[in-house]
């Protein structure tokens, strides 16, 4: 693991200073995408009002939200209380090191990226389960209980899909599914799976908390869940975080079904980008047209429907690998 | 390269030996947890160093991922108390004992790695996934199989225990 050049190590971290301004960068653009997708998908105004088309409104909410003063409850466990942003957004970086953004432009060729990225996104419910016990509130509990079994839930049938993936191209690296892939859309992993990538879709909407799987979060019947008693950059590290996971799934999702950055015409690392916000656009298109399903409904959807689909796609896989 | 290597197993080793110690001496549950967290990712920094990055990751998907979840379940779901305030303060002979069972397996651990110490090369090179997927469905294929039924044998236990006690 130890690179054996320093060339290797400047390069990684470059590489992480520039994940660091993409993620900050991308941040604000969903805020504001969000927003104005709200307002057009609901005929609202959204932010009109700060810069051009509201352009600087997420901007000064930063501002504003970096200037609040942290607060945290008195009878709180301090400790873990402030430790559960920190290691909701840590893991975030190391999650983008194997995922090839172009043909060259990518942190550190992995042979099993896919793992690294399903191990440290499963960090993510330890942050949440820290921060619901460390608040010492009902809520914030009640939250992270339902955060976790709602992770627990839908990390099985999302295993499952990428398995098949992996099982029909023969590898853990995602350059190398990524290159087993064509440049035009009936070349693309999805056209062989497209019951995987439903699956795959459905389960990365839920792992990354958004609606209409925005349990945890549940700003009506539990006063915003598992962070309800974060104030300032401490919510807003929670905020950066689900922004950037959603980056992380969508990449995901793009490398191993969607043909990475193979496009027509002319490959690179514009195709992977319309991708993955292609993708991010449907998440807020779902959240701003779908209801938020019911907790029970939720857990069934996942056992019951998500689960056996997904043994059968990969059951289906096995038999097309064979053939 | 290799002063960066003995700083990155100093590293781990005291991630691995503070987070167990936490663990043990402290009365809040979940910090007690967090503390057994930090120690498994402790170990996996080592598998890391030891050019294992399968296993690392393994290891923090499993144990950082799956059961310290698991165990956090566990706390909430029999309404632990936050502090452990039942713990009865343990005899000193019992401590002693204590101190014994741990001290004796470690050195005779010990003794044998510095007597019968294992030659190793400068580089370890790793093994790749699909040869350790290979010698796992192959040669250690029983073996293999043999984990999944103990797994499957603790699901059906736990179900089975699960049933029992909500009737």
New interface residues.
């Given amino acids: ?2 690179p ?1 050049i320093p060339a290797e190590l400047l390069r990684l971290l470059i590489f992480t200073v520039a994940i660091l301004a993409f993620v900050s960068l991308n941040a604000l653009i969903l805020v504001w995408l969000e927003r104005k997708l709200a307002g057009h998908f609901q005929v609202r105004p959204g932010p009109f009002e700060v810069g051009p088309h509201g352009l600087l409104q997420t901007l000064c909410d930063g501002l504003k939200l970096m200037g609040k003063q942290l607060v945290a409850p008195a009878a709180a ?1 301090k ?2 209380f402030w ?1 559960a942003p920190i290691l909701a957004f840590a893991p975030v970086f190391l999650c983008f090191l194997p995922i090839p953004f172009g043909p060259t432009l990518l942190g550190m060729e ?3 990226g896919v ?2 990225i ?3 996104t ?2 993510s ?2 942050a949440t ?2 921060a619901g ?2 608040s010492n509130n009902k809520f914030s ?1 009640l939250g992270a ?1 339902r955060a ?1 079994s709602q ?2 839930a839908y990390e099985v049938p999302l295993l499952i899909t990428v398995l098949g993936i992996v099982m029909y191209s ?1 590898s ?1 690296n995602f350059s190398e599914i990524v290159a087993m892939q064509g440049s035009w859309p009936w070349q693309w992993n999805i056209m062989l799976q497209p019951l995987g990538f439903f699956i795959f879709f459905i389960c990365s909407l839920a792992e990354c908390n958004r609606a209409p799987f925005d349990l945890p979060e549940a700003e009506s019947e539990l006063t915003a869940g598992f962070h309800t008693e974060y104030s300032s950059m401490g919510f807003g590290l929670f905020f950066f975080a689900e922004y950037t996971n959603m980056v992380i799934v969508s990449s995901v999702g793009t490398a191993l079904f969607l043909g990475g950055w193979h496009g027509p015409f002319v490959d690179g690392w514009w195709w992977f980008a319309a991708k993955v916000y292609f993708l991010i656009f449907v998440m807020m298109w779902m959240r701003w047209t779908f209801p938020r399903v019911r907790f029970d409904q939720l857990l069934n959807l996942s056992w019951k429907w998500l689960i056996p689909l997904a043994l059968i796609n990969i059951f289906y896989v096995a038999v097309l690998v064979k053939i | ?1 290799e002063k ?2 003995y700083i ?1 197993f100093g590293f781990y080793t005291i991630l691995c030996l503070g987070g167990a110690l936490w663990a043990v001496t402290i009365p ?1 549950l ?2 007690a947890f ?1 503390g057994l ?1 930090i120690s498994l990712f402790g170990v996996a920094g080592l598998y ?2 030891l ?1 294992a ?2 296993i ?3 290891q ?2 499993i144990y ?3 059961v ?2 698991l165990i ?2 566990a706390i ?1 779901i029999t309404g632990a108390s936050r502090e452990a305030r039942n713990r009865s303060q343990t005899s000193k002979k019992k401590r002693v004992l204590a101190v014994l069972a741990g001290f004796v397996p470690a050195s005779f651990l010990a003794m044998t790695v510095i007597k019968y110490s294992i030659v190793t090369t400068n580089n370890a090179s790793p093994v ?3 040869d350790l997927g290979r010698a796992l469905l192959g040669p250690y294929g029983l073996a293999f199989e043999l984990i999944s039924v103990v797994l499957f044998a603790a699901m059906a236990g736990a179900i089975l225990l699960g049933f029992k006690r909500r009737q």
């Fill in positions: 693991m130890i054996t466990d400790r873990l430790l992995f042979e099993i793992v690294l399903l191990a440290f499963g960090l419910v330890l389960i820290l016990w460390g509990l209980s976790v992770a627990v023969g853990l | 390269m960066m290597a990155a809040s979940v910090r967090t967290v890391f160093l050019a990055p399968f690392g990751l393994m923090i998907l950082v991922g799956a310290a979840v956090f379940f909430v790749a996934v699909a």
